[in-house]
């Protein structure tokens, strides 16, 4: 039997990675041996959160060793030069790997991947998939594959809060070293100047009740994280939109460090009857049942499963016009200009007028696109 082990930052916590890490690990666990490396607290763990009880599959919990202070000062100033100064050329590049990921680290990390005897390792997220790549040499044998979920321009964009382009080369270089590159877009795929492959996540979730299309409600599902979901232009969106449309009331289900502006918005606005913030749950299908049409106004998204989500019960989409979006759905959503906020008004007042049935049959069929039995067969390929 194969044993494949995940290797990720996190799995015992809320959040569209840590759901399709585990509903992709639970499936794989029917035929293979199954471990998943967190750096999650030990004291984190709740394996009913994504139904991780339900397979046979190991946890383990791993933290770097803590390094002697001074000489992490020093490798700081080579990250540092590295990022303003030094040209970004493989050697130096090379170089970095260990100002950024010292020896110590690496060994540590390399010994407790070691001790599972793994066929393959996948690192869940372009900074642990580096990490990967760098303990290649003590991980010889072992089949390497690199999961990046942010979208390429998320990561190495002049705007991005991951990475940033002056990390670019680097990670490129790396993510090279690896047997394998999945990617969740063709759009990504043609970006990245080695050869990627893609896999399109799975629906995660047991849809519930289609929605009847009646209830006058939006809907928006997504963690409350610095500019990345747009919900401040929903937000402002809906308020132009409500002026003329008093019946219509917008949902919007998450959490995180945002929250305060959104309701800061909300009150200006005088909307608290006509916009709710919803922290997550496990039943987020009552909310898709609930709704009539499902707004996306993210800036960036390395795949949107919230739109496979809402498809499957049944919901009209509108979009902002993400490459990623359009991928998934086509010409299915109502698409407006990233960022504008004007025209998602419009796009708002527009999804209010379709013929609801029409599109809500077209919603189905687009989401059987992404059921987990398709999805599965590629990753097996990949393992």
């Known amino acids: ?44 763990q709740d394996t009913t959160m994504y139904g991780l009880e339900e397979a046979n599959i190991s946890h383990r919990f791993f933290r770097y060793p803590k390094m002697n202070y001074w000489k992490w000062k020093a490798l700081k100033i080579y990250s540092l030069l590295y990022k303003k100064v030094l040209p970004h050329t493989r050697v130096f590049s090379y170089l970095y790997t260990y100002s950024s990921f010292p020896s110590e680290l690496q060994q540590a990390l390399a010994a407790e991947l070691q001790q599972g005897h793994y066929n393959t390792i996948v690192g869940v997220h372009a900074p642990l998939a580096v990490r990967l790549a760098a303990c290649r040499k003590q991980l010889n044998g072992v ?139 496990n039943h987020i299908q009552d909310y898709y049942s609930e709704a009539q049409i499902y707004v996306l106004s993210s800036r960036w998204e390395g795949f949107g499963l919230v739109l496979v989500e809402a498809m499957a019960h049944g919901l009209p989409i509108v979009s902002s016009d993400l490459p990623t979006s359009k991928e998934i759905m086509g010409n299915f959503a109502i698409y407006f200009p990233n960022g504008d906020i004007g025209a998602l008004a419009s796009k708002l007042q527009e999804a209010t007028e379709i013929d609801w049935p029409v599109k809500s049959k077209e919603a189905i069929r687009t989401a059987r696109r992404f059921d987990l039995s398709e999805i599965i067969p590629q990753w097996q390929e990949v393992l």
Not at 23 to 35: F, G, H, M, R, S
């Open 143 to 281: 089949r390497l594959v690199g999961w990046i979920h942010n979208s390429y321009e998320a990561l190495f964009g002049k705007s991005s809060t991951y990475i940033g382009p002056e990390l670019r080369r680097y990670y490129e270089y790396m993510l090279q070293q690896l047997h394998q590159t999945v990617v969740l877009s063709k759009d990504d795929a043609r970006k990245y100047p080695f050869p990627t492959r893609v896999i399109y996540n799975p629906l995660t979730l047991q849809p519930g009740k289609p929605s009847t299309g009646t209830s006058k409600k939006f809907l928006a599902v997504g963690r409350f994280s610095y500019r990345h979901k747009g919900f401040d232009l929903l937000i402002d969106a809906f308020h132009l939109f409500a002026q003329h449309n008093q019946e219509w009331t917008l949902d919007i289900v998450g959490e995180g460090p945002e929250e305060a502006l959104y309701r800061q918005k909300i009150a200006a606005y005088h909307l608290e009857d006509h916009i709710h913030l919803h922290p997550f749950t």
């Open 1 to 44: 039997m194969k044993r494949i082990c995940f290797l990720t930052d996190s799995i015992f916590s809320v959040g569209g990675v840590q759901r399709v890490t585990a509903v992709i690990a639970k499936e794989l666990a029917k035929t293979c041996d199954v471990t998943i490396v967190t750096f999650d607290e030990p004291s984190a």
